[in-house]
Every structure is written in C-alpha cells, then in structure tokens.
C-alpha cells in the first residue's frame, strides 16, 4: 500500500505535469462523478495530505473552485503520459480518472476513493486527519499530543491511525518501531520517548520521499533495504535472528506487523509461535501480507 512518502512524490509529479494547466478534457469513471465535466478549469495545484490527495481546479462561471479528491488504497497510482501518447502502460479496466491537457495526462488507476468537493470544504474529506509527517505545516507537538491521548493503545496502531499523524503504513510502522526497539504491541505509554519515536517516523518518511526505494537501513543494495517490514522468516539484518510477522489490531481491520524478537522489546500478544514463512529475498514488499494470511 502507498504510503506517505509514495503519494508526496505522486503529488509533486502531478503537480508539475497539470499545475496552471487548462484541462481540456476529464473523464471520471467513478459512478458518483460520471456526470462531472471539468473541461475548462486550470488545475492550480496538486498537494499531498497524508495519503490522500487533492487536485485544486478554479471555478467556472456557476460553479466554485473545486477540489478533486483521491486516494490510493491498496493498489491505485496516479501516473503522467504525453496527452495523444498511446499509454496502455496498464491495463484500461482500471482506470478510474483521466485528466487531459494539451501536454500531459494524468491517469488514476485502481484508485481507491474519488470525490470532487467545493476547495472551500477540503475539510470534510481531510480535516479529521492528524498531523501531516510530509506536509509544510508539520507539527510534532500535536501529533505527540494525539499519541499520548489513548496510553493504553498498541504504539503501531496508533502509528497506522491517520488522526494521530498523517502518512504512516505497515512498512514505516515496522521499520519506526524496529529502529524504535519496541515491539508494535508496546502500549503508547511505555514508549519510552514518544518525542524521538516521531521524529524517528518523519525523518524516515523524509528521507524516502525523493526516491522510489523504500531504504531504512542505510543499505541501497537489494533484500538489505530495509530491517523488518516484508522480511518474515528471514535472518535479522542486526542480530540474525529470525524476523516474525503477526496481526495488529482486532480482525477485520487488524494489519500485519513485522518485528524482530531479539531487537525489540515488549509484548506480542498476537504472535502464535507458529514457523514463519520465507518470503525470499527477491520478493517486493508489500506482498508478505497475503502470504501471511494464507496461513492462518
Ligand atoms: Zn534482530
């Protein structure tokens, strides 16, 4: 699933390939906006919240300016071709928005949400989110102040929910609390500083958000990128021990955790014992999920 980082750069590069751009041309596959027609709005910008994102479009004669809305989900991406180009990079089923200028097009495929709001009311799609880890208006003392509101919650559920800070997936949860050396169950008030545990989350989202591998160890080379998340049966990059994964949270919103018992302290209620699968080092992160859940 995209993360914070992933939908920073999808924001930029949207924005650089529509912004101050007329569109000359919209088509919304998504029932509710079947019937929209944006043709003839100058996109003003494109910005990142969090996960979600928000295309900004001036007004028309009868209508106000207007926000469109995405979010990727598990599997949506935005991504750019010159306009009158063939694409057919994915396939057509999946497109779900097509937005035209007379340079470039942006595709949205597989997207998982798609709403168009007045910008005036932006808030009623984003306004319930936390801080914004990559946002200009990042504030670490809030998003402290919203971890801290719940002590009793597992620290990577708090990390994954989006009213406490804004960005945060299943992979920089894993890697936060490994760098962390807490397990994801550890309740938030054993943390033993919540202040460096979100500085650690935004500077790894900070320093990933340029380029498109996901690196928290350091190391750029292949199956070394990263300590914890996706690594389920594999020997430990700091100490050789054997990486776990289990549920985090309450089925059927529980997510998946991976931690390493020798590098992190705390509990992990979930965790049955069971042999942990090799995923294999070639394997792409983001697939251990499923191959998890096949066992269960
Ligand atoms: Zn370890």
């Not at 406490?164 to 992979?171: C, I, K, N, Q, R």
């Not at 309450?250 to 995923?279: E, I, S």
Request: net charge positive; glycine share 12%.
């Amino acid at each position: 699933m995209p993360e914070g980082d992933v939908v920073w750069r999808t924001a930029r590069r949207l924005d650089l390939a529509l912004g101050g751009r007329e569109l000359l041309a919209a088509d919304l596959r998504w029932p509710s906006l079947a019937t929209v027609d944006l043709s003839g709005r100058v996109v003003l910008e494109v910005v990142s919240v969090g996960k979600h994102l928000l295309t900004r479009l001036t007004g028309t004669a009868d209508e106000p300016p207007a926000t469109l809305h995405s979010h990727l989900r598990m599997e949506g991406s935005w991504y750019v071709e010159r306009t009158g180009s063939t694409g057919g990079r994915r396939s057509a089923s999946g497109i779900r928005a097509v937005l035209e200028t007379a340079e470039w097009t942006a595709v949205g495929h597989k997207l998982g949400m798609l709403d168009l709001v007045a910008t005036a009311h932006e808030d009623e799609l984003v306004g319930h989110l936390g801080p914004d880890l990559l946002g200009p208006g990042w504030d670490p003392q809030e998003a402290q102040r919203r971890l801290l509101a719940d002590p009793g919650r597992a620290v990577g559920e708090a990390l994954l929910d989006q009213r406490v800070l804004a960005g945060v997936g299943t992979f920089y949860l894993a890697e936060a609390c490994f760098l962390a050396r807490l397990t994801p169950w550890t309740p938030v008030r054993d943390v033993p500083s919540p202040a460096k545990l979100i500085e650690l989350v935004h500077r790894l989202l900070d320093v990933n958000k340029e380029r498109v591998d996901q690196v928290t160890t350091g190391d750029l080379r292949r199956g070394r990128q990263n300590f914890a998340h996706a690594r389920s049966g594999l020997p430990c990059l700091r100490c050789g021990g054997t990486v776990r994964v289990a549920p985090l949270g309450a089925p059927p919103q529980d997510r998946t955790a991976f931690y390493c018992p020798g590098c992190q302290a705390g509990p992990t209620p979930t965790d049955d014992g069971r042999p942990q699968q090799p995923l294999g080092h070639g394997r792409r992160r983001g697939v251990a999920a499923p191959a998890y859940r096949t066992r269960r």
